[in-house]
T-cell receptor, first 112, second 114 residues
Framework: DAGVIQSPRHEVTEMGQEVTLRCKPISGHDYLFWYRQTMMRGLELLIYFNNNVPIDDSGMPEDRFSAKMPNASFSTLKIQPSEPRDSAVYFC??????????FGPGTRLTVT | GQQLNQSPQSMFIQEGEDVSMNCTSSSIFNTWLWYKQDPGEGPVLLIALYKAGELTSNGRLTAQFGITRKDSFLNISASIPSDVGIYFCAGQTNYGGSQGNLIFGKGTKLSVKP
């Protein structure tokens, strides 16, 4: 079975550019999560969806961040405009049972 | 907000040794989970615990949900080289936040003794 798929695996962009991260959850999972991981702050939940509906976006840093889930098999996390402090590894995770989350390989974002 | 204190921050293992790590909090948690992360990869779920006092094994790994609901332990028996990596505890609480909002510890880094 395919796990959570994320693309791209690496992204390097200049400050001010728009960045779009993509995620395909495990088929049949009703929950989808977006996390950010940094050395300073560890793993932080940004937003999660249940049946394509955003449930909790309290972790989204600011209005520059937005996430969508147009259907059960696809989600995007967009940063516009990007800033150097957004540099981090972004993970998508999905689950059937809300707590037992399965993570993708991550997208390493570098904003210069 | 809720915080998880994970210890030790790092440890060195020799093949064959048993390993213990723990996670504590000042808040009560309803669910505890343990993940392992290898370099360049996402965390992988090892064990999920749902009930105070619960003891669950997954191969050489054993985890316990503390009776006070404020802590959890992970033990690895007879460690092997592929056990190296970063181990994270995660907890869920109904106090603030939503059901899916897991709080993660800072991790315990397991390395091989030089």
């Amino acid at each position: 079975d395919a796990g959570v798929i994320q693309s791209p695996r690496h992204e390097v962009t200049e400050m001010g550019q728009e960045v779009t991260l993509r995620c395909k959850p495990i088929s049949g999972h009703d929950y989808l999560f977006w996390y950010r991981q940094t050395m300073m702050r560890g793993l932080e939940l940004l937003i999660y969806f249940n049946n394509n509906v955003p449930i909790d976006d309290s972790g989204m840093p600011e209005d520059r961040f937005s996430a969508k889930m147009p259907n059960a098999s696809f989600s995007t996390l967009k940063i516009q405009p990007s800033e150097p402090r957004d540099s981090a590894v972004y993970f998508c995770a999905s689950s059937w049972v809300v707590y037992e989350q399965y993570f993708g390989p991550g997208t390493r974002l570098t904003v210069t | 907000g809720q915080q998880l204190n994970q210890s030790p921050q790092s440890m060195f293992i020799q093949e064959g040794e048993d390993v213990s790590m723990n996670c504590t909090s000042s808040s009560i948690f309803n669910t505890w989970l343990w993940y392992k992360q290898d370099p360049g990869e996402g965390p992988v779920l090892l064990i999920a615990l749902y009930k105070a006092g619960e003891l669950t094994s997954n191969g050489r790994l054993t985890a316990q949900f503390g009776i006070t609901r404020k802590d959890s332990f992970l033990n690895i028996s007879a460690s092997i080289p592929s056990d190296v990596g970063i181990y994270f505890c995660a907890g869920q609480t109904n106090y603030g936040g939503s059901q899916g909002n897991l709080i993660f510890g800072k991790g315990t880094k397991l390395s091989v003794k030089p």
